[in-house]
């Protein structure tokens, strides 16, 4: 990895690595950007490269990966490709280009395979690929994957993997990973259907801070986003009516919470429930605050300058922005 750039692993990395490259399935739910695509291929990849594998007469891979979309297939196979072994290969195959192409990669015998839900179930269904001897299928965006509805090519996929490896005299196991940035009713009913354990949800949040005009909305947004949230995010609130004791305390905590979630030394458990913060506040907190860890910032109503009404403060827009970013 040091060589690729990387020093270090952000949290959901971090969080997640040693759940996976030890073959536990996995729920991996963090905010965009946040770095879940190396949180799999990472420890995939360094597991894998642990455990013998066999050609065979047709591509027989060990890891599948099914992406919604052919976007997002090109840019997780770029990421397998940065990181792969020499004796490991990678396929990106989907659909709307001539499936011929693909053939011909999959001659190569890839232990790697990234796909689309359609053209993997076209060049199974063909005889050019079959999952005799898979290990790991992950499901990137799961959320969207399991939409019935959308994704019957995946539900299929997923008996056909069952029934190939039922029939094998040794019946192997497989770990699943879903990843997304947004976990719905569905993608839980589903891991609850296939039996993962507690251990496999891990999720890490990020922080975000929400500047409203007035010091009431600051109370009715936070009432909001609590109820909302359903204690899956901590709320904060700040506002110029508070004590500067009280002020402090809220700095304090907030400090504290993101300065426990980036340290090395927690548990895995600590690691993989690590949640995140929302500060609402008024623009007492846009100017001087080093607050660690601020990943998004919205803006509730444009700043105005005090005393003008309507006239919009375009200086304390970009200190409110600059919370962020640090």
Known sequence: MT???????LPIQQASFEQIYNGGDAVLHSPTGSGKTLAFVLPILSSKKRKRWQRAKVASPRVITICPSRELAKQVGKEYTKFLDKSIGVATVFGGVPIERHISLLKYKPQVVVTTPGRLRELVREGHMDYSQISTLVLDEADILLDKSDSPDVFAAIEDI????????DDPEYQM??????????????????????????????????FVPTKSETE????????????AMKIRILHGDMSQSARSRCIALIREESSSSSRQQQSQQQKQQQVGQILVATDVASRGLDLPNVDL?????LPKIAGKDGTISPELYAHRTGRTGR
């Open 3 to 9: 060589n690729r750039g990387i020093t270090s692993l």
């Open 162 to 169: 069952e029934k190939a490896l039922d029939e094998q005299e």
């Open 177 to 210: 990973v879903l990843v997304s940035a947004t976990i719905g009713r569905n993608v839980r009913d589903f891991a609850e259907e296939m039996e993962f354990e507690p251990e496999a949800f891990i999720r890490v949040d990020g922080n975000s801070d929400i």
């Open 220 to 231: 009715s947004v936070a009432a909001f986003l609590s109820d909302k949230s359903s204690g």
């Open 297 to 301: 910032v919205v803006q509730y109503g």
